[in-house]
């Protein structure tokens, strides 16, 4: 698949009808296919609440959200679930939520690519081929819980794009590594521009200062 324009327009998202919760309040963005984007901001600002409306794992209050020309608010659960397979792929902030640890490396990426292959995807990239393109095909015999933390951040990437998406959003990918772990998984994620559009959830101004633009979120509002 190639890479899909995202577009926000007034999002808003509130949790709770007692004592509601404003976690985005009108919030507007476009985000070209291919690009690279830091959203940043923080605790409480509403990057998770971003990121699972993004995802598809949570409707939105109001506004809209476009993948490509799929509209995430309005279409039904089962067109939903076949865009989640065919077009997005999510990576949770702890890489080991995102594997199977007494799995091999390669096993991971064939397990991530099951439910695509259902949905009738032909363009699925060799497991191989993907443990190539993070740096770890060295590893595909190994078990997953065998790891170190670089690594398993470049499975929890693998596995992602073992379903070749057209966006990928990633969630604090560089928060447990150590400095040449992190610039290295940073490039990495660089190099997946144009191909697919990047959506990185962070704390680390550089990775912001890499990427193509950043969303600074504060109560759920856009800053800069
Ligand atoms: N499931 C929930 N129920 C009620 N309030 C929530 C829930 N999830 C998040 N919130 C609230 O929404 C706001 C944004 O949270 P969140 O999106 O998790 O921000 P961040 O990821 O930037 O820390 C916070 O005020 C948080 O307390
Ligand atoms: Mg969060």
């Known amino acids: 698949m190639t890479a899909l324009e995202v577009v926000v327009e ?17 919030l507007t963005f476009h985000l070209p296919a291919g690009s690279t984007t830091a959203v940043m ?15 598809g794992l949570q409707r ?31 990576t949770v902030q702890r890489p080991d939520r995102n594997l199977l640890g007494y799995g091999t490396v390669q096993d991971n990426v064939r ?8 949905a009738e995807r032909r363009d699925l990239p060799a497991p191989l081929e993907v443990l190539e393109e993070v740096g770890i095909a060295h590893l595909a015999g190994q078990r997953a819980d065998a790891l170190s933390g670089g690594e398993r951040q470049r499975l929890a990437l693998a ?14 990918p560089t928060s447990q590594l150590d400095d040449r772990n992190r610039d290295a998984l940073v490039d990495l ?17 550089r990775l912001g200062d890499r990427f193509d633009r950043r969303i600074v979120l504060r109560d759920g509002r856009a800053t800069g």
């Open 10 to 26: 007034r999002l808003r998202h509130v949790y709770g009808t007692e004592e509601p919760v404003v976690a985005l309040d009108d």
């Open 159 to 172: 596995v992602g794009l073992a379903t070749a998406p057209g966006v990928l959003l990633a969630d604090e």
């Open 189 to 205: 994620l660089c190099t997946l521009a144009g191909r697919v559009t990047v959506i990185v959830v962070t704390h680390d101004d």
């Open 60 to 90: 939105p209050t109001a506004g809209r959200v476009l993948i490509g020309d799929a509209d995430l608010a309005t279409m039904s659960e089962v067109d939903l679930l076949r865009l989640r397979a065919r077009a997005l792929a999510v």
């Open 41 to 55: 901001g923080p605790s409480g600002s509403g990057k998770s609440t971003l990121t699972t409306i993004l995802a």
């Open 111 to 118: 397990f991530a690519q099951r439910g695509a292959a259902r």
